[in-house]
T-cell receptor, first 112, second 113 residues
């Protein structure tokens, strides 16, 4: 099955850019999602990219996809303390239901 | 506002008791899912349902059961057969079709002692 790898932890200073990286194994993923989880809460969809795109920008968020290397990244510009959370990379095969594989999540700590 | 409601937020049970976690959605989504989250691990799929009165096992279904009698509701029962039930349980839903990201509830933290 699909395997998704992310680094466990990232620490940045407020105002800097954050880059969270993810590698995955299954090239049949149709969409690649990024979710954010704050402590004790559910997952919130941040953004996603279709597999035939290589970049998507959404306000402070930029997603880059290198399909050849099966590498996905999420860049957060001007990182704020409210961005402190766990970020999950989640490739998905779509059809009647969403077959989504989640990485273990990257904990982003923003230092004021 | 549309969304997914999970209740209760915290649940405590004694070992050997079955317990049912509630999940309700008013997003009119066809598909619903249950995931389990353990510290330091990604989410693992327990069960999913694409349509009323039908559901499928996910990767870790042993010790769990579900029902889907209504489109809006997908309760999860953690049975006494589940060896390690203490975890954070997340319910999600999605429309069917291509561009259909999962929408999550706020989770139920189950502690079994």
């Amino acid at each position: 099955g699909e395997d998704v790898e992310q680094s466990l932890f990232l620490s940045v200073r407020e105002g800097d850019s954050s880059v969270i990286n993810c590698t995955y194994t299954d090239s049949s993923s149709t969409y690649l999602y990024w979710y954010k989880q704050e402590p004790g809460a559910g997952l919130q969809l941040l953004t996603y990219i279709f597999s035939n795109m290589d970049m998507k920008q959404d306000q402070r968020l930029t997603v880059l996809l290198n399909k050849k290397d099966k590498h996905l990244s999420l860049r957060i510009a001007d990182t704020q303390t409210g961005d402190s959370a766990i970020y999950f990379c989640a490739p998905a095969e779509t059809g009647g239901y969403q077959k989504v594989t989640f990485g273990i999540g990257t904990k982003l700590q923003v230092i004021p | 506002d549309g969304g997914i409601t999970q209740s209760p937020k915290y649940l405590f049970r004694k070992e050997g008791q079955n317990v049912t976690l509630s999940c309700e959605q008013n997003l009119n989504h066809d598909a619903m899912y249950w995931y389990r989250q353990d510290p330091g691990q990604g989410l693992r799929l327990i069960y999913y349902s694409q349509i009323v009165n039908d559901f499928q096992k996910g990767d870790i279904a042993e010790g769990y059961s579900v029902s889907r009698e209504k489109k809006e509701s997908f309760p999860l029962t953690v049975t006494s057969a589940q060896k390690n039930p203490t975890a954070f349980y997340l319910c999600a839903s999605s429309p069917t079709g291509l561009e259909s990201p999962l929408h999550f509830g706020n989770g139920t933290r189950l502690t079994v002692t």
